[in-house]
């Protein structure tokens, strides 16, 4: 059974029949494997082909590449792929509607037995001249505006490691059933959003951000695409080094830790917790260079250079300026096992300028050899310092009550 999803600029998205598909349309495979089977007269134009170094090509190398492969900005387009949780066709949609297509469709493929083809097949080149829609992209200025509601639509995991502040978590894998987009009314039941409001997705590199884009376009949203890899690389260096960390333990096992800092963090080895390979680069696109022909960008194609901020001490001599509202950073101490388990979280309170504190009540654990580090968060980005220490906790000793 064949389902047609249509993503059109200029008409409302549905469902359509296959017969719905006209001999006129140009439908593409855009994954990058080499299936046994293709649609009857399918192009095949790989994912991969609109990346380079891992980042997507330039609007003017993008066009080049579709013109090539016999596509004019006016034809109507057929995308399908062999994963669609992997968002290569919804990637596809977004970004040929972004460049101002005036009719593209997404197709699901079910179980084929005619109207297939061993090898794809090949159009005369053409000039594709495109129109972009820039409302279909979010920069980082437009999200940090406020004036969006954000979706995060990697896993639950990666968002509590690290998200955009005030993002919700939509996962894209529960918009599928059984490899398939869900119909409207199921799909509408998964987002508890304002469609009045505009709506931005981001994943970490656009991928699983285009299948949550297109579902919203279904339900009429006003949506945009973004990237994690983009917000990331507009944050500025938490330029802070853990120089001590120290843990004192009472008799009564009650555990004071103490960690101070010191500016400049350049050679301090740190570890971005969230997941960074979920999308592996060269098949999930990273974004649109700054040339002349676009002046936007999706994801971090070319560093902007990031400001080193001190963001735990005085904040009127930070060399990027104050750190904003609800961007300050938090301290937590936190507490492992033997076998690294995580076991405890302690929330950190500045005594002075650079020295935090806190206090761990160990007097309800197994006596024991437990390891101990520190996170720094700020800006949506959560970082643990390599350096750790180990704190013994002794068994509990009893006092005789009373005279025996």
Not at 162 to 180: D, F, M, Q, T, Y
Not at 333 to 362: C, F, L, N, Q
């Amino acid at each position: 059974m064949l389902l047609i999803l249509l993503t059109s600029a200029a008409s409302s998205m549905g469902v359509v029949d296959v017969g719905n598909i006209s001999h006129s349309d140009v439908i593409m495979y855009v994954s990058n494997d080499n299936p046994r089977h293709y649609v009857q007269g399918a192009i095949h134009v790989p994912r991969a082909e609109f990346v380079a170094d891992g980042r997507l090509r330039s609007v003017r190398e993008i066009c080049e590449i579709l013109g090539s492969h016999g596509l004019t900005r006016n034809d109507t387009v057929v995308v399908y792929g062999s994963c669609m949780e992997c968002g290569d066709p919804t990637y596809i949609c977004w970004l040929l509607s972004y460049l101002g297509q005036e009719d593209v469709k997404v197709l699901e493929i079910g179980e084929i037995e005619a109207n297939m083809s061993e090898s794809p097949s090949i159009r005369p080149p053409a000039n594709y001249t495109p129109e972009l829609r820039p409302e279909l992209l979010a920069t980082y200025d437009y999200v940090k505006s406020g004036v969006a509601q954000i979706v995060d639509a990697r896993s639950s995991d990666e968002f509590q490691a690290a998200h955009i502040p005030g993002a919700v978590n939509i996962e894209s894998s529960s918009l599928l059933s059984n490899g398939r987009l869900k119909n409207a009314s199921e799909l509408g039941s998964l987002f508890n959003l304002d469609l009045g409001k505009p709506v931005v997705v981001y994943s970490l590199n656009g991928g699983q951000a285009s299948l949550v884009w297109f579902a919203l376009k279904i339900l009429g949203y006003d949506a945009r695409l973004y990237t994690w890899l983009d917000w990331l690389d507009n944050q500025p260096e938490l330029g802070m080094e853990l120089s001590d960390l120290r843990a004192d333990v009472s008799p009564e096992r009650m555990v004071r830790i103490t960690a101070r800092f010191s500016e400049s963090m350049k050679n301090e080895s740190m570890n971005v917790m969230g997941c960074v390979t979920c999308e592996p680069i060269t098949v999930y696109t990273g974004g649109l260079s700054r040339d002349k022909s676009t002046g936007v960008r999706l994801g971090n194609y070319t560093s902007p250079g990031r400001k080193v901020v001190n963001v735990i001490g005085a904040s009127e001599t930070n060399t990027a300026g104050p750190v904003e509202a609800g961007s300050a950073a938090d301290i937590v101490a936190v507490v492992t096992d033997s076998s690294d388990k995580e076991i405890k979280r302690i929330m950190m309170h500045p005594e002075s300028a650079y020295v935090y504190t806190g206090t761990w009540d160990a007097s309800g654990v197994p006596a024991g050899i437990y390891n101990l580090s520190v996170e720094l968060s700020a800006w949506g980005i959560t970082k643990r310092f390599d350096k750790r220490i180990p704190v013994e906790i002794q068994a509990e000793r009893y006092r005789k009550l009373g005279r025996f």
